[in-house]
């Protein structure tokens, strides 16, 4: 890192202060939990299979258990008829080996019998009575699944670092694991501040709370809990004791507004009040340059504030930028966050002095090239784009795209 990146005073670039999340956020400790229950967790240690998999030699088809060696002569010319000895359902162990020259009923996952090495499927079996007809000879190990072969017990299944999700959790518990070690999930408080911000129908000067629905729900559409959010007017006494409270309380503190330069913005001065160290104040990004990250290092917990402006549009960057990569880092995630990927403008963009995060719309043509179409009311205060918005893209600061070139990009919700 450069000697201004998390400077006091700098307007930083966007990667700069990435970089400082990266450098001052810590991970959460780890804990215990059943698997069930640990969706959307990450990892703290890695997860090794407690069986082998399948845990016991099976059936991959409803059909028959037989010996390889008794189909010799199966169609040569005739059929060849074995008694049945029995049945095999799922979930049930044979009751006996199968016996030489017979076959045993057997259903899909059914435990092949001691003696069985191979399975003939029933459309190619015919019944009379109690005997099975076989006008084919089998090799051994038709349509069976042997014992571990696809995992032995111990084998690594997941990594440190990864998040669980519902594919996995099924993996891990097929794989006989019960519990993991996952970072805790960050304990996230949420201040709406501003006079103008109305819960419920606003007065003349007031506007509708987005901000706490948009907060709210983020955080479930990624399964984390939904933080508690409080809603703090411009008072300089009611902000510090609400800010007070929540650091004491949380691992992360976000306000949304306040962080500008205006006489009623007192979040960064009531943080500084309450011995929090101000990392950076301001990013060179637009919408969203009023942005500040603060540590109050003095508390064991050290919680973590992040100030985002009080517009929705631009509170919607700070949480797919910012707060997503603050998140990345207090769970030890191996995923990088923002998790840019790339594809090509369809129309040309003018450059501004900051970087630029433009709401887009998304098109995936016929040879899978990914277009992304400029949609019209990027404001910070305007939101009724997001309807048809596919995406995030990044323009570099004082740089005019033309059509095709290659973007940076998130991917919205």
């Known amino acids: 890192m450069s000697a201004h990146d998390c400077a006091h005073g700098v307007l930083l670039p966007l990667d700069a202060a990435l970089a400082c999340y990266a450098r001052e956020v810590r991970s959460l400790p ?7 229950d640990a969706l959307q967790h990450v990892l703290a240690a890695p997860v090794s299979a407690a069986v082998d998999l399948p845990m016991f030699t099976q059936s991959a088809v409803d059909g028959y258990a037989l010996r390889s060696a ?4 199966a169609g040569k010319p005739a059929p060849l008829r074995l008694p049945l000895a029995g049945e095999v359902r799922a979930g049930v162990a044979p009751d006996a080996p199968l016996p030489a020259g017979h076959a045993m009923r057997i259903f899909t996952g059914g435990r092949l019998p001691a003696g069985a090495d191979t399975v003939a499927r029933q459309e190619i079996v015919e019944r009379d009575g109690e005997y099975a007809l076989l006008r084919h000879a089998l090799a051994a190990g038709v349509d069976v699944r042997m014992r571990g072969e696809e995992l032995r017990a111990g084998s690594p299944l997941a990594q440190a670092g990864q998040r669980l999700h519902a594919g996995l959790i099924a993996a891990l518990a097929m794989a006989g ?4 070690e996952v970072a805790r999930m960050p304990r996230v ?7 103008e911000v109305t819960q419920g129908t606003p007065g003349e000067a007031g506007v509708f709370d987005a901000n706490g629905p948009l907060l709210r729900s983020w955080f479930l559409e990624r399964g984390y809990p939904a933080p508690q959010i409080d809603y703090v007017i411009d008072d300089r006494a009611r902000l510090r004791d609400a800010v007070d409270d929540a650091l004491r309380n949380c691992d992360l503190l976000l306000t949304t507004g306040g962080v500008s330069v205006g006489d009623h913005d ?3 001065p009531v943080a500084a009040e309450l011995g929090v160290r101000e990392v950076f104040w301001q990013v060179a990004q637009k919408p969203g340059k009023p942005l500040y990250f603060g540590v109050r290092d003095h508390d064991e917990a050290r919680p973590l504030m992040l100030g985002l402006p009080g517009n929705p549009g631009a509170v919607l960057i700070g949480l797919h930028v910012h707060v997503a990569a603050v998140l990345a880092h207090l769970q030890n ?3 990088a ?15 501004d002095a900051r970087e630029q995060l433009l709401r887009m719309s998304v098109r995936i043509d016929g040879d899978g090239r990914i277009w992304l179409e400029r949609l019209d009311r990027q404001d910070s205060h305007m939101l009724s784009n997001l309807a048809s918005a596919g995406a995030l893209v990044r323009i570099p600061a004082a740089a005019a795209l033309d059509a095709h070139a290659v973007v940076q990009w998130l991917a919205l919700p």
């Open 70 to 73: 008794d189909l010799a002569t």
């Open 333 to 335: 995630a191996a995923e």
């Open 177 to 180: 694991v019960a519990e993991v």
């Open 30 to 36: 780890a804990q215990r939990l059943p698997v069930a």
């Open 266 to 268: 007192l979040v960064r």
């Open 337 to 351: 966050a923002p998790a840019w990927r790339t594809g090509r403008l369809a129309a040309a963009v003018r450059a």
């Open 189 to 195: 408080r949420v201040l709406v501040t501003g006079d």
